[in-house]
C-alpha cells in the first residue's frame, strides 16, 4: 500500500516547454487534487476531482489542465510552462467528509522552469 | 481578505512549554477545520480536525473553534524539538480545502 504516488520527484524545463505530472492512489478514494506550494503562500488549489470523470477549477487553474484518466490516476498538465510556474506540486486523494474527512498528501514534485 | 489567515510567525519557544497557533477564515460557510503539520521538504499531514465549537484534544494537541468569531486555534501542550515545523489552518466547504500561509514553529531544546 504505497499511499499517493507522485512522478517526477524534480523536473527542470525551459520556458515554454511543456510535461505532465504524474499522482495515483491506491486507497480506492474518490476525490483527489492537485495543489502548489509557493514560499509564503501556502497551498493553493489548482484542479480538483471530486469523482471518476469529473474535475473542477481551483483557485489558480490558468495555465494547467487536468485529466482524471480512472479512479487511481489524476494527471496535471503544463502545456507551455512560464517561470511563474516554478513551484512545489502536490497531489492529494481525500476519504470522509466533515470532521473524518482527511487528505492525504504525496511526495511532492520541484519543478523549476528557466 | 484571503480566505485563511494565519498568525505569521516564526514562533520559538522552549522545551515544554505551550506553543500557541491562530487561525481565523473568512466564508461563514466553511464547515470543517484542520491542522496540518509539514516537516522542512514533507508533504503536508493531517494531525487535528474539529467541527463543532469548542476543544478538542488528541494527545499534546489541542484544537480550539468558535464558529462567531471565525477562528480555529491549535495549542500544543509540553513542546518538543520534534514539534519544530510549518502549522497549516485548512478550512473545508463541500469538496475544497483552503490553506492558510502556515506559522513555523521552533522548539528550543
Known amino acids: 500500500n504505497a499511499g499517493v504516488t507522485q512522478t517526477p520527484k524534480f523536473q527542470v524545463l525551459k520556458t515554454g516547454q511543456s510535461m505532465t505530472l504524474q499522482c495515483a492512489q491506491d486507497?480506492?478514494?474518490?476525490?483527489m487534487y492537485w495543489y502548489r506550494q509557493d514560499p509564503g503562500m501556502g497551498l493553493r488549489l489548482i484542479y480538483y476531482?471530486?469523482?471518476?470523470?469529473?474535475?473542477d477549477k481551483g483557485e489558480v487553474p490558468n495555465g494547467y489542465n487536468v485529466s482524471r484518466l480512472n479512479k487511481r490516476e489524476f494527471s496535471l498538465r503544463l502545456e507551455s510552462a512560464a517561470p511563474s510556474q516554478t513551484s512545489v506540486y502536490f497531489c492529494?486523494?481525500?476519504?470522509?467528509?466533515?470532521?473524518?474527512?482527511?487528505?492525504?498528501f504525496g511526495p511532492g514534485t520541484r519543478l523549476l522552469v528557466l | 481578505q484571503k480566505e485563511v489567515e494565519q498568525n505569521s510567525g516564526p514562533l520559538s519557544v522552549p522545551e515544554g512549554a505551550i506553543a500557541s497557533l491562530n487561525c481565523t477564515y473568512s466564508?461563514?460557510?466553511?464547515?470543517?477545520f484542520f491542522w496540518y503539520r509539514q516537516y522542512s521538504g514533507k508533504s503536508p499531514e493531517l494531525i487535528m480536525s474539529?467541527?463543532?465549537?469548542g476543544d478538542k484534544e488528541d494527545g499534546r494537541f489541542t484544537a480550539q473553534l468558535n464558529k462567531a468569531s471565525q477562528y480555529v486555534s491549535l495549542l500544543i501542550r509540553d513542546s518538543q524539538p520534534s514539534d519544530s515545523a510549518t502549522y497549516l489552518c485548512?478550512?473545508?466547504?463541500?469538496?475544497?480545502?483552503?490553506f492558510g500561509a502556515g506559522t513555523t514553529v521552533t522548539v528550543r531544546a
Open positions: 466564508d461563514r460557510g466553511s464547515q470543517s
Open positions: 476531482s471530486a469523482s471518476e470523470g469529473t474535475t
Open positions: 486507497m480506492n478514494h474518490n476525490s
Open positions: 485548512a478550512v473545508t466547504n463541500d469538496y475544497k480545502l483552503s
Open positions: 492529494a486523494s481525500r476519504i470522509g467528509t466533515g470532521s473524518w474527512e482527511t487528505q492525504y
Open positions: 474539529i467541527y463543532s465549537n
